[in-house]
Each structure stands twice: as structure tokens, then as C-alpha cells.
């Protein structure tokens, strides 16, 4: 069983910068590539970015690029989203998530473990 808890969320103004992190117990977690996920209220669920099993090779959604990086410490079993130039567009619930895959994928369905969210909210 692999449980994943997220931090970090929190209010802040249009410009500022959060660091997200999201802490995975269960040893494949190195094994296994890791993603981030938001939802807006009335909106469906979007991806924004993922790293391979090794934090390489990231992905990323193009409303984020440039502004968001994604990384992870193996180490410490835990993934980290650092979110610069916030807009308020980026208000949502961010969910981190384990894939069933060893490389960054964009999909939700190749994700099989989710955390239960933090609030990001970005006031204009």
C-alpha cells in the first residue's frame, strides 16, 4: 500500500511563489514515476507535471511552463512542485499521484495512487 500525503497549499498573492510537497510511504515509491494533478472549482481534474522514476525527463502541462518546476529526492521518498509567477488561473486543489509506470506520464490513467490534495489559492 503506498499512501501519499501533500503540503505546502496555502494563499497567496498573484506573483508570489509555494512550494508543494508531497511525502510517499512505501518502498517503490523510487521505482515509480510521480505526477501532479490540480482541479479548479467546476472543472475536471488537470494534469500539470510529472518526473520519471529518477526525476528526470519532466513533464509539463503548457499553461506551467517556465513557471513551475517538479522534482523529487528518492531519499526521502518525496516529490516537490515549486511554483513561481502564480496566477490567479492556478487556483485549485493540487493532488499529487504515483503512476504504475517508471516514466513521466500526462495521463491520469496510468496513475493508481493519488493523495488526498492542498489548497492553492492565488489572489489577483
Known amino acids: 500500500q503506498v499512501q501519499l500525503v501533500e503540503s505546502g497549499g496555502g494563499l497567496v498573492q498573484a506573483g508570489g511563489s509555494l512550494r508543494l510537497s508531497c511525502a510517499a510511504s512505501?518502498?517503490?515509491?523510487?521505482?515509480?514515476?510521480m505526477g501532479w494533478f490540480r482541479q479548479a472549482p467546476g472543472k475536471e481534474r488537470e494534469f500539470v507535471a510529472a518526473v520519471d522514476w529518477k526525476g528526470d525527463n519532466p513533464v509539463y502541462v503548457d499553461s506551467v511552463k517556465g513557471r513551475f518546476i517538479m522534482s523529487r529526492d528518492n531519499d526521502k521518498n518525496t516529490a516537490y512542485l515549486e511554483m513561481s509567477i502564480l496566477k490567479p488561473e492556478d487556483t485549485a486543489v493540487y493532488y499529487c499521484a504515483r503512476a504504475r509506470v517508471s516514466s513521466a506520464a500526462s495521463s491520469a490513467e496510468w496513475y493508481d495512487y493519488w493523495g488526498q490534495g492542498t489548497q492553492v489559492t492565488v489572489s489577483s
Open positions: 512505501g518502498r517503490i515509491f523510487s521505482l515509480a514515476a
